[in-house]
């Protein structure tokens, strides 16, 4: 039996990693793996005025299991770091993966990475949501190359996952490996002088499960939408686009009466109590360095796409659950709608893709990031071209003359199991 140490943000958390995290540990365990996730306490520096933790779902992901959650990294204290190599060198396992999404954590996770490499023989994967950031700063290039450079083996979700990674290691030599390790790119007659990369996918989520029973119409009555239902699931980010989806939307609206927008989600930035003091402080503190590091371009503090419903006069046909969405409550949105939107300016392997593969729902996304990978225009949802209105659109009325039959989406999601990934991981 294989001992598995999986790094990353425990189901506590909110978010697609910590979902992630926690259906990669279940489909390891389920194949025989012993199976242990060693969580953050704290992601991120302190001063950053978010709550990251999940308050909203109740059930336990884990039941049912024998997998072992230890909370225990707090990317504040390095003295945690120090403790959090040792638990995991005294349990000894056989490989370690890494969830690698974002670079401001590349100082904890490369210091671990590192230690464990110097004091074990255990196999140190990272596995890769992300290698170019979606919302830069000026020190992402040195924290990518610090962490990104201690792995023995990266697993990438898409080729253009790949292509970032060896811009950033333009000097490196990768062998390309799919999912039965067998070698896609690269010199496999040169293997011990390169680094292995296994190109997978974002596996489907079956964490959530479609209600039988589900009554669609009496949802669509109860929620106040029409015939046609048009969603955007998740949190509200500059980089997915919102305000696109608005505005090609309200072109849509404008002709038709047929047709709802249904948004739910959190926006990102704003979950503290804002008349709090500690609230104020974090955001002067954090605005403050935001200045001096982040591209002005990629600033988010003034992002706020739901004003455009008011100003675009389609009120009547938006409706906005401006939340958290606990894991309970997935299914109903999924199950209401007709489609799922992500017209996003740029992407990385989507959770909210993933999970409307779970629903059989189409997707109308953007030609940007991998989405052209697993996307076919036309078969199994449709392509826009990023940042064009008019594109935009020009697909969401296509999909209505010509809907995606389910079964084609049905097609893609059986490629992307996570029996199929997590057997990828364990075969050496």
């Known amino acids: 039996m294989k001992k598995i140490v999986i790094f990353g943000p425990g189901p506590q958390f909110k978010g697609g990693i910590a979902n992630y995290t926690t259906s990669l540990a279940k489909a390891l365990n389920k194949l025989g793996a012993e199976v ?4 953050w306490t704290q992601q991120y520096p302190s001063i950053i005025p978010r709550d990251f933790i999940d308050r909203s779902s109740k059930k336990n992901l ?15 204290n390095p003295i945690s770091w120090n403790k959090t190599v040792n638990y ?10 890494f969830q690698w999404a974002i670079s401001i954590q590349g100082l904890p996770m490369g210091w671990i990475a590192n230690k464990l490499k110097q004091k074990s023989n255990i196999e140190i994967i990272f596995d890769l949501h992300v290698v170019a950031q979606k919302e830069g700063s000026k020190i992402d290039n040195f924290l990518l190359k610090y962490a990104l450079s201690k792995p023995h083996t990266f697993i990438v979700h898409s080729l253009k996952t790949f292509e970032e990674l060896k811009k950033v290691f333009s000097n490196k030599n990768f062998i390309l490996l799919n999912e039965e390790k067998e070698v896609i790119e690269g010199n496999e007659f040169n293997f ?9 996918f974002h596996p489907v989520y079956d964490m959530f499960v479609p ?19 048009f969603l955007f699931f998740g949190f509200i980010r500059k980089y997915k686009g919102l305000h696109n989806v608005i505005k090609a939307f309200a072109k849509l609206a404008n002709e038709r009466d047929d047709v709802s927008l ?18 104020k402080i974090k955001k002067i503190i954090f605005d403050t360095i935001k200045k001096i590091l982040v591209r002005s371009k990629d600033d988010e503090s003034n992002y706020r796409p739901l004003e455009l ?30 489609c799922n939107i992500l017209f996003y300016l740029v992407a990385t392997p989507s959770g909210v893709e993933s999970m409307a593969y779970n629903f059989k729902l189409p997707t109308l996304a953007t030609r940007v990031g991998h989405f ?46 996570w029996q199929i990934y997590a057997n990828a991981i364990l075969k050496d």
């Not at 884990?62 to 504040?76: D, M, S």
């Open 36 to 39: 242990s996730i060693v969580s």
């Open 62 to 76: 884990l039941e049912n299991t024998n997998i072992k959650v230890e909370y225990i990294t707090n990317y504040n």
């Open 88 to 97: 995991i060198l005294s349990i000894n396992p056989d490989k370690i993966v």
């Open 192 to 200: 011990s002088n390169t680094q292995k990369v296994i190109k997978l």
């Open 211 to 229: 209600d039988q029973n589900f009554d669609k119409e009496k949802v669509k009555q109860e929620l106040g939408l029409k015939k046609n239902v």
């Open 262 to 279: 249904l948004i739910v989600g959190e926006s990102f930035w704003n979950t503290l109590d804002e008349n709090k003091f500690s609230t």
């Open 309 to 338: 419903i008011n100003e675009y006069n389609i009120q009547n046909k938006v409706v906005v659950v401006n939340r958290y969405v606990g894991n309970e409550e997935v299914a109903k949105y999924f199950q209401v709608a007709d």
């Open 372 to 417: 052209p990978e697993t996307i076919k225009h036309g078969y199994n949802g449709y392509l826009a071209e990023p940042e064009n209105i008019d594109s935009m659109y020009e697909v969401m009325k296509e999909f209505l003359s010509n809907p995606i039959p389910r079964e084609h989406v049905a097609e893609q999601a059986e490629k992307m199991s």
